[in-house]
Structure formats: structure tokens, C-alpha cells
């Protein structure tokens, strides 16, 4: 049976990763391919780097370190984060990862997820959506969650879909950072709305928020940041809860 | 020394890695000699079949490939340009498995993404592992279940996970992206 993904995402900045990290064995917590390492070997089903930075200046650090994570890591994993043209995704993908995340760049020219679908296939392209709920309706906010768009999430998401990305990546930005649990009415929403894979994001804080947004969705993968960095919820121990609560996981 | 098939299709670059970790010396090449002495040769591939099957049919590398002896890897796309022909641009195929290649019928999410267990495991390939172990699938086409299919996953229908032929092995799967059971199928081939 295919099985629900879980997966931890990295913030990059200047080629490291930020956010306090309590990994107390890590001899240098600050060392992405270390921390993605540890992810690994703890049963992360992917790993998601993004780059916060995302300046020209920073984008030879960021290839240099996909190689990095690429020849030491046995798992998918999609990098992004100031993605904008086709070459750039080009140079993200020939260091070696698996798959890019679009955001900002495809509000402004969806053609975007088309090129790079058709370069490198659908299964590379992640279209992430930051959408919050505003005047009774999830919209689409670009640039970092600064700037409000017209776009509806479910459309784009369908729209995106057609376009040729291969998983949406779907951010509540009610939700994230809240630790009150993933955004199930969107979540659901999405999910049933493009028949492609959805990967909720925004909001975990605590093993029954994950055996929530997967009971009563069909998202097909759970990604969060601090309760993975900061060790509240050990991957191990989440796919031993999940398991018990029947959902189908890697252990 | 392992020969990588260079052609116009992703992931060779993480087969190479892989292959580098379990410390067996490695090369991506397309030229037709280093092929042919290749001790293991192993076909990876993200892409598209019909364009696939072009490029190998220009370079001459499709002759090539069905006339190797020594141990031969085909990985998803590179396992399905071994069957004999795929709806992918309605492609007829290098041949050696006696199979077709379809389409998904769309009643769940295609691409089928992410880690899938077996029914049925066998062969040298899988020797030490587990049906219940997973690996990890991204493919929206697949091969039918032959006499030389090897492993069975079950999405939306029953389909082959793993083909075996003389010496010739393929794997719908990325054992190259599939952690340490991944890792121990690749060692599994390259100890052969």
C-alpha cells in the first residue's frame, strides 16, 4: 500500500541552515547536509530544502550545496526558494535534486510550470501555494506571504495542475507557525480537488494534528519545520503513532 | 567498472552517487565501447519514452544495449524501455521482456508517488529483503505482470515492480532514492 510521506523542511540561508536546531549530537547543527543526514536515518520519507536567501549572489552556495546533499543523501528531495526562470531550475536540478518548488515566479508567469514540466517532467515540479483565509476566501499570497493576489487556492491548485505540476505543496498561512494542528477545510478542499498529490503544510504541533490532516483528507504527505528541528515530535515516534491509528507509513 | 548509460534522461547523477557510496567504481557514458567492457551496466531514467528510444536508436546505443552480457540494470523509465512497447508516444521499445507498458487508469493520483511495500518478491535481486519493506515509485506509466516479473506492487492495479531476464534486471522503482533498502537492492545487483 502506498504510504503516507512524512516530510521536514530545512530553511536555508548563505548555505546553512537556520532556526535554532537541538539535534545536541550534530557537531554542527548548522550544517544542512548533517541535519538531513540525521533526518534520513530517523525515517524522513523526503526532505524539503528552501532557500531564503534566494539572491544571485547566494545562488553558486545553494548548487554547490545541492551536490552536497545529493551525493550523501538516499532520498527525494526537492529544493527551493527564489526559482524564477527555467535555467534557474536547471541548475538546481543538474546538482541533483529530485524536484523543484515554484511559488512566486509561477503567480506571476504560470508558463513557468509548463517549460520546466516539459524539460524535466511533471514528477519535478512542486507548485507551492501560501494561502491564508481572508474575507471568507483562501487566496494566494506570493513573496514570501507579503503580497496578496487574487487568486483563489483551489483554482490555482487546479490550474496549476494542468499546467503540469506534479504535487502541490499547500501552506496555511492561518495555520503555520501556530502549532494548532494543519488547516483540514482547506487541505480537504485542495486535495479533492486536483488528482494529483497534495502535501499539507502549516500548523503541526503535535503527532494528533498529522493522524488528523490524513484521516480526514486526502493529502498524501504532512510537511512541517520546528517540531522536527527543536525534537518535540521524533519522526520514529510519529510513525509508530500513526501506525497505530491505522495510517499506512514508512517505518 | 560500472557503466551508467548517459542519454537524454534525468538521475543518472543520483545512480552514480549511489553506486559511488557502495564504493564500486563508476562511469556515466554513452560511448559504445566503455559500454560493452562495462563489468554491470545500469540504464536509469527520468523522462519520456518515445523521446528515449530516439535518442538510444541516433546514437546507435539500442543494438548495443540488447546485445549485452554481463549484468544489466534497468531503473523506471530504463526498465520500461526494456519491455517491448509503451503507450508513452505509442513507443516500440528495446525489447527484451516480453511485456507492454500502459498507462495508469485514472482512478487515484497519478504520478504514483511515494514509498510502496510488495506482494511478491524473488530473484537475486531481493535477496535479505522484505515484501513489507518500501521503495520509493514515481512513475504514471506501468508494466504488466509476465512470466519474468520478479516483484509486484499493487497501485490502483497489480503492476511489475521488478523484471528479470537472463542478465537483464529492472526495477520500476529508485533503489537509489529508496534509503537503506534501496541501498542493499543496488549492493544485491552489483554483487552479482
Known sequence: ?251 | MIAILKYNAGNALSVENAVLRLGFPTMITDDIEVIKSAEKVIIPGVGEAGSAMNYLKEKGLDEVIKSLTQPVLGICLGMQLLCEFSEEGATETLGIFKTNVLKFPPQELVPHTGWNDFTILKGKLFEGINTEENCYFVHSFYAEICDETVAITDYILPFSAALQKDNFYATQFHPEKSAETGIRILKNFLSL
Open chain 1, 1 to 251: 500500500m502506498l504510504k503516507k510521506r512524512i516530510i521536514p523542511c530545512l530553511d536555508i540561508k548563505n548555505g546553512r541552515t537556520v532556526k535554532g536546531i537541538n539535534f545536541k549530537e550534530l557537531a554542527d547543527a548548522g550544517d544542512p547536509v548533517e541535519l538531513a543526514k540525521r533526518y534520513v536515518d530517523e525515517g524522513a520519507d523526503e526532505l524539503v530544502f528552501l532557500d531564503i536567501t534566494a539572491t544571485l549572489e547566494n545562488r553558486k552556495t545553494l548548487t554547490n550545496l545541492v551536490t552536497r546533499i545529493a551525493s550523501e543523501i538516499n532520498i527525494p528531495f526537492t529544493v527551493g526558494g527564489g526559482i524564477n526562470t527555467l535555467e534557474d531550475a536547471k541548475m538546481i536540478i543538474d546538482s541533483g535534486a529530485d524536484k523543484i518548488s515554484l511559488n512566486s515566479a509561477a503567480i506571476l508567469r504560470p508558463e513557468l510550470i509548463s517549460e520546466i514540466a516539459l524539460t524535466f517532467g511533471n514528477q519535478c515540479v512542486v507548485l507551492a501555494i501560501d494561502t491564508k483565509f481572508v474575507n471568507e476566501e483562501w487566496l494566494v499570497f506570493r513573496s514570501g506571504g507579503t503580497i496578496i493576489t487574487d487568486f483563489k487556492a483551489i483554482d490555482w491548485a487546479r490550474k496549476g495542475a494542468e499546467l503540469g505540476a506534479g504535487e502541490i505543496l499547500l501552506t496555511s498561512m492561518n495555520n503555520d507557525g501556530t502549532k494548532n494542528g494543519f488547516a483540514i477545510e482547506i487541505c480537504k478542499a485542495v486535495s479533492e480537488a486536483v488528482s494529483i498529490p497534495v502535501i499539507a503544510s502549516g500548523g503541526a504541533g503535535m503527532m494528533e494534528h498529522f493522524a488528523e490532516v490524513f484521516s480526514q483528507t486526502n493529502v498524501t504527505a504532512a510537511l512541517a519545520a520546528s517540531v522536527f528541528h527543536f525534537g518535540q515530535i521524533p519522526i520514529p515516534e510519529l510513525k509508530n503513532y500513526l501506525k497505530t491509528k491505522k495510517i499506512p507509513v514508512r517505518i
